[in-house]
């Protein structure tokens, strides 16, 4: 089940689904680069469109605060 997460960075709101601890899907509104300021910024000093720029570590620890406070759930079989 996809669950909403906000950025505690940039407030940016994206979907996520947890298959074990280390897999996380993420679903952005739209293209990362233009919605998050850091993958923009990675992805403009690298020169790579932002889609292959799939996170960020604000992005991350919201995930993982997410996981730690029970609102995005990792299946007990994973």
Do not use: Y
């Not at 906000?6 to 280390?22: D, H, M």
């Not at 000093?45 to 990792?74: D, N, W």
Request: glycine share 10%.
């Amino acid at each position: 089940m996809t669950t909403p997460v906000v950025c505690g960075e940039c407030g940016n709101r994206v979907l996520c689904e947890k298959f074990s601890p280390a897999h996380t899907q993420v679903q952005w509104a739209g293209e990362g680069a233009a919605l998050c300021p850091r993958i923009g910024a990675r992805a403009a000093a690298a020169g790579v469109p932002g889609a292959r720029t799939h996170s960020c570590p604000a992005l991350r620890a919201s995930i993982a605060r997410a996981v730690a406070e029970g609102r995005l759930e990792v299946p007990a079989d994973a």
